[in-house]
Structure formats: C-alpha cells, structure tokens
C-alpha cells in the first residue's frame, strides 16, 4: 500500500518543528518572528493540496460510476466508492471543524491574522482541557473510526494503518524519552503552537484524502472505469534506416497510437499513471487536432537479422 511521502515527511517537520518551535519559544519568546510564521506557509500549502486531492477523488468516483457493467462484483463496488467518499468527506469537514474552533478564543472572538501566528495557548488548552476533554476525545475517536469504518468498507489483504500516531510510531523519536511516554493527544497538541496546530490538522486531512484515493483506485480496478475504449488503433514501424544489406541487422521502433471519438470532457481528469490496469499501460493520453491521441512513452527496439 503506497501513499505520498511528501505528506509523510511534512507531519514530520510539523511534528519536530512544533517542538523545537515551542521550546525555543520558551527560552527566546522573539524566535516566534522567524519560526511561526513558517507553519502559516506549511498550512497554505496542505489546503492546496487538500482541494486537489478532493476534486481528483470526486472525479474518480465518477468514473467509478460510469461504468456500464452489470456485473455484482461491479454493482457492490460502486456502493462502497460512495460509501468511502462520504466517510471520508465528512471526515474532512469534520477535522476542518475542529480547526475552526481552536482558531476561536472562549469568549467567541476569532483568531486570525497576526494574532494566530503569535498565538502558542488556544489549540493545547482546547484539546488538552482535563475540565472538558469532549473536544480532544471527539477528535481522536473520530480518526480512528475513519480507519476502522474505511477498512470496514474495503476488506483489503492490508488494512489501512492508524491515523493517531504516537511519538512510538516514528524511528525519529525512536530515543526521544520526552515524548514516548505520550498519548496522542499530548504527542499532537501539548506545547504546540496554535498555527502548527492547525497544520498538523490539515496534514491529517491530506492522509485521510490519501487513504480515499487508495481505496477508490483498488474500487476503479474491479469496476473497470478507468478503461478507455479506443476506436482507433494503429501499430506503426519507423526503421532507423530505408535500405539494408544482406546480413545487417534491422532496427526500427515499434509503437502504437491510439484515439478516441468521445467528448473531450471524459478524459479532462483522467491520470493514466495512478489507474492500475488502464488500457495501453505505458503510454499516455495527450491533446491533438480535436481528439484524443495515446502518445508513446516507452520505446520498444526490433533487432532481426535480414537475411536474402
């Protein structure tokens, strides 16, 4: 099971940054003007990257959707590629909650700008309130009942792993006695600046879109959406040379192109790379004229010997 590893190594800096960040902010309060602000770039970054994955996954569920098939196999998976996109949206609507509510003072005054950067108290004493847990509570129980209703759904062979990591989880805090000892509420928020808070959260919400994508491509696979019919192939041979002698060997390149009839808007959002098992493995599909053309990406070498 693959999943990004940009994400991963981003909640790792959040997660090493923080405490740097915090502790650092504990001996030299001027170190928040040149660390913070980094976190505001980091989060801006992860809601980018959260829009995108969110309008690939919707359009690969459509695709799933799409198909024409009959077949039970076919009809249950489109039933759990809906099951999976609306667990996992709710779930992001549910973590963007969250940050709403750690991004607003007790007396109900929003914290925004300047004043979110600076700010180093609201997200710990929101999720680490021993007088209301509900919220930190609320929060860890949701992630884990996303991993346990998705692989619920799924069923694969490799379950998807746990979205509450704890300090024990990372080799990098394989030796850090500070922090093994915690749960993952203390790990996530306990001296955590609020703006690295808040993209620790959204760094959470990249991986739940991640693990929807796993699984809509394994869901893509059994409904065959990803196929795109060809109506046009044709195999061609460019040979390095027009004229040989008895003997030579004959070189040439073997390829194939292939189009496509249908309207364009059926392919705007289509990535061969991430489909496992699409038809013409290996090529690509790129615009020309007013179709759709599968250009060659690989190149296949034909060495025969000619004889006369």
């Not at 913070?36 to 994955?53: G, Y």
């Not at 710990?124 to 860890?140: H, R």
């Not at 013409?280 to 759709?292: A, C, K, Y």
């Amino acid at each position: 099971m693959k999943f990004q590893v940009s994400s991963i190594l981003i909640g790792l800096v959040i997660g090493i940054f923080g405490t740097l960040a915090y502790t650092d902010y504990i001996f030299n309060p001027k170190v928040n003007e040149a660390i913070l602000p980094r976190f505001a770039r980091i989060d801006e970054a992860l809601i980018k990257t959260i829009r995108q994955d969110n309008a690939t996954n919707e359009n690969k569920l459509a695709g799933i959707l799409s198909s024409s098939k009959q077949d039970p196999k076919v009809l249950a998976a489109k039933e759990k590629a809906k099951l999976v996109r609306e667990l996992s949206d709710e779930t992001v609507k549910y973590l963007d909650d969250v940050k709403a509510r750690i991004m607003t003072e007790p007396d109900g005054s929003v914290i925004e700008g300047e004043n979110l950067i600076t700010n180093t108290k609201r997200a710990e004493e929101l999720m680490l309130d021993s007088d209301k847990p509900e919220e930190g509570i609320s929060f860890e129980k949701k992630l884990t009942s996303y991993v346990y209703e998705l692989n619920k759904i799924m069923g694969l062979q490799r379950p998807f792993p746990k979205l509450t990591k704890k300090a024990e989880d990372f080799e990098v805090f394989k030796d850090n006695t500070n922090q093994l000892d915690k749960t993952f509420l203390q790990f996530t928020f306990e001296g955590t600046p609020t703006i690295a808070a808040i993209a620790t959260i959204s760094q959470l919400q990249t991986e739940v879109l991640e693990y929807e994508s796993v699984a809509l491509d394994s869901l893509n696979a059994v409904a065959e959406g990803q196929i795109v019919q060809a109506g046009k192939v044709v195999p061609m041979v460019r040979a390095e040379s027009n004229t040989l002698v008895a003997g030579q060997e004959y070189n040439a390149d073997l390829f194939i192109a292939a189009a496509s009839d249908l309207p364009a808007e059926n392919f705007l959002m289509i990535d061969p790379w991430k489909l496992p098992g699409i038809l013409f493995q290996g090529l690509t599909w790129v615009r020309l004229n007013s179709e759709l053309q599968v250009a060659p990406m690989t190149r296949m070498v034909l060495r025969m010997p000619l004889s006369m």
